[in-house]
């Protein structure tokens, strides 16, 4: 299986908006502009599946904007956009939005809340987390563009050790 891992930060320059669009170069010579490097890698890697994985403070609101549909009920989006402000998502809220980014992409969506790794007993949650996703002879594709400090730093190197 070919899974994807991208991480969710919250942008410095500009939390009110989100990520700044930015020029990327593929291998294949082709340039895309985006500002969230992860759902345009999805679009040309075709994974299986992709895990988006953000603290509870990540920008999580801005970048299911683009998402927001019908079929998510009002309550759902206000809620996100309050839990969002305050630092406080969690999965519970981030599940009702999966199909919908799910659909939108094409590939099984999962957006996962993580912890800041603080500690080592946040480190130890976060690597049996990654463990749970990724299976004997998973492809692993690791997008730490957007990544909050030491996390995707964390996960490359717990991804060779599993």
Not at 40 to 67: N, Q, V
Not at 124 to 136: F, H, N, Q, V
Not at 138 to 147: C, F, N, P, Q, R
Request: proline share 4%; aromatic share 10%; net charge negative.
């Amino acid at each position: 299986m070919k899974i994807q891992v991208s991480f969710l930060g919250k942008s410095r320059s500009s939390p009110s908006t989100g990520y700044r669009s930015a020029n990327y170069c593929f291998e294949d010579g082709s340039i895309a502009t985006t500002a969230f490097l992860g759902f345009e890698l999805a679009r040309r890697e075709r994974p299986d599946r992709l895990y988006i994985l953000g603290t509870s403070g990540s920008m999580w609101d801005l970048l299911l904007d683009a998402f927001v549909s019908p079929t998510i009920a009002e309550e759902s989006v206000l809620a996100l956009w309050e839990q969002s402000s305050k630092g406080q998502t969690d999965e519970t809220l981030l599940g009702g939005f999966e199909p919908v980014l799910s659909q939108s992409l094409g590939i099984e969506c999962h957006l996962r809340v993580i912890p800041y790794a603080r500690h080592e007993t946040e480190q130890s949650a976060l690597l049996a987390r990654l463990a749970e996703w990724i299976g004997e002879g998973d492809e692993l594709i690791l997008d730490v563009t957007h990544g909050f400090r030491h996390l995707p730093m964390l996960m490359l190197a717990a991804s060779y050790y599993l």
